[in-house]
């Protein structure tokens, strides 16, 4: 398909540009724009790379079980920019339902599987930080995942309903998620995540900031859930 890198980075549009979080700012978004580009000349089409970037956080998975956990970062943040990659050239070539479906899900497969995976790694590689070999990092990984796609199945079903009360969609929210969102957004895993852990795990930080993003999967839940209860009352 002849489309030039011009078409491809004019379809990128103001709103997604506002969107993105810093992360893609300072540099994912404009590899990917280059990268789409490469997969439209060779014929790769949206569904492909986002079939890719969902198996990406399920392979990785199998790199922190087995105590590699550079190469388990690193495909994260392969993640990240295949995620972004995918969008490009929809946009250029026209993507399909099933593609945008493809591409959520791995969202939610990056969430589920990023801290259960380097709670599993931290288990392994410090057997004995927890008592009697308890697998505490696991529980902590495990729980941080379902804490952060609940938040997210929450927000999703206050958008459904608040859709089935009225007509005024998603509008009405002005306001619910705010600075919550906004940090989550550049802190989660579409965000600064994966260079906090590649960072971390060269300076030997992997635990203080597994703990750190524990404690910050509780309160985003907490917040999120507050912030929709209030809401609803209104």
């Known amino acids: ?71 388990a970062i690193i495909m994260l943040m392969v993640w990240i920019l ?9 946009r250029a070539t026209g993507g399909t339902q099933m593609g945008a479906f493809v591409d959520a899900a791995s969202g939610y497969a990056m969430i589920g599987f990023s801290f259960f995976g380097l709670g599993a790694y931290l288990d392994i590689a410090h057997p ?15 729980t941080m995942s379902i804490l952060n796609l609940l938040a997210r199945l929450y927000y999703q079903k206050f958008l459904n309903v608040l859709n089935d009360a009225s007509s005024g969609g998603e509008s009405g929210l002005s306001g619910v ?3 919550i969102k906004y940090v ?31 404690i910050y999967s509780l309160l985003y839940f907490i917040g999120i859930g507050g912030m929709l209860l209030k809401r609803a009352r209104n």
Not at 128 to 142: K, N
């Open 1 to 71: 398909m002849k489309i030039t890198f011009d078409e491809v980075r004019a379809g990128y549009p103001p709103e997604k540009r506002k969107s993105d979080t810093l992360w893609a700012k300072i540099i994912i978004r404009q590899l990917s724009l280059y990268l789409a580009w490469v997969a439209i000349r060779v014929n790769i089409s949206a569904f492909t790379v986002s079939v890719v970037s969902l198996l990406l956080p399920i392979t990785a998975m199998y790199f922190w079980l087995t105590s590699a956990p550079l190469v």
């Open 82 to 90: 295949l995620d972004c990659v995918d969008g490009g050239v929809a």
């Open 128 to 142: 004995d930080f927890f008592p009697h070999h308890m697998a505490g990092f696991t529980l902590m990984g495990a």
């Open 177 to 179: 998620s705010g600075i």
């Open 184 to 214: 989550d957004k550049n802190l989660g895993v579409g965000g600064f995540f994966t260079p906090i852990l590649l960072i971390a795990y060269y300076v030997d930080f992997l635990i203080p900031i597994f703990i750190l993003y524990g």
